[in-house]
């Protein structure tokens, strides 16, 4: 019963909240969800930490904004077809951190259907040799990162004028992974997500995030 209210709070909002034991590795919380999907550069489980942005690279979020606020964005927004799930689960907890959501149907909604057809983008950085042309939305999947992918014509310039303001006028949740085992799982074609200022207090903050292609519940 548990797991049908949980999906269908899932397909309802986009998201949802839920608490994990923390003797239980992400593993093997993660395995109850779906099957992870693994990111070929990445670790299974990665481990989120706030980081100063002049020690890191630019093709990482911390690498461009550091501690400041992170954009409102898609997980690998640059791949033709993004993981469908994003996983995160706090293991320390920042005080005054939080996660931000957008709705991408209250982005779409007074922007014509006509122009997200139009629009073509391109990843800011070549993917295996090639350069794969990706529309903003594309059947299930809305996807969202100003900074990874770029306008390839005019349309596109002009539909990324109008995301950025229907972004900074849209209403968004701010949730605290505040508490050891606390866990968030968002629909990544659907929900965007930011995270607020790392304060000095909160440079302990560590969350580890998995990706699911599908989920169980």
Not at 101 to 125: Q, V
Request: net charge positive; with cysteine; hydrophobic share 40%.
């Amino acid at each position: 019963m548990r797991d049908l209210v949980l999906g269908k709070e899932l397909r309802e909002k986009g998201y949802m909240s839920f608490s994990s034991d923390t003797a239980v590795s992400m593993i093997e919380v993660a395995q109850k969800i779906g099957k992870i999907f693994r990111v070929p550069t990445m670790p299974l489980v990665q481990t989120l930490t706030p980081r100063q942005k002049e020690n890191e690279l630019k093709n990482t979020y911390s690498g461009n904004f550091g501690l400041d606020d992170f954009p409102f964005h898609t997980d690998l927004a640059h791949w033709y077809v993004p993981p469908r799930y994003l996983f995160l689960r706090c293991i320390v907890p920042g005080p005054d951190v939080a996660t931000k959501l957008i709705d991408s149907r209250d982005i779409c909604g007074d922007i014509d259907a006509d122009i997200f057809s139009r629009s073509h983008f391109k990843p800011r950085k070549r993917l295996d040799k090639a350069a794969n042309l990706l529309k903003v939305k594309q059947g299930e999947i809305f996807r969202w990162d100003s900074i990874f992918i770029e306008p390839a014509n005019s349309n596109a310039e002009m539909l990324k004028l109008k995301i950025q303001d229907a972004i900074s006028n849209a209403k968004y949740i701010s949730l605290n992974l505040d508490r050891s085992g606390q866990c968030l799982l968002i629909d990544n074609w659907r929900i965007l997500h930011g995270r607020s200022a790392v304060s000095k207090k909160s440079m302990g903050r560590r969350i580890e995030r998995v990706y699911f292609d599908e989920v169980m519940i």
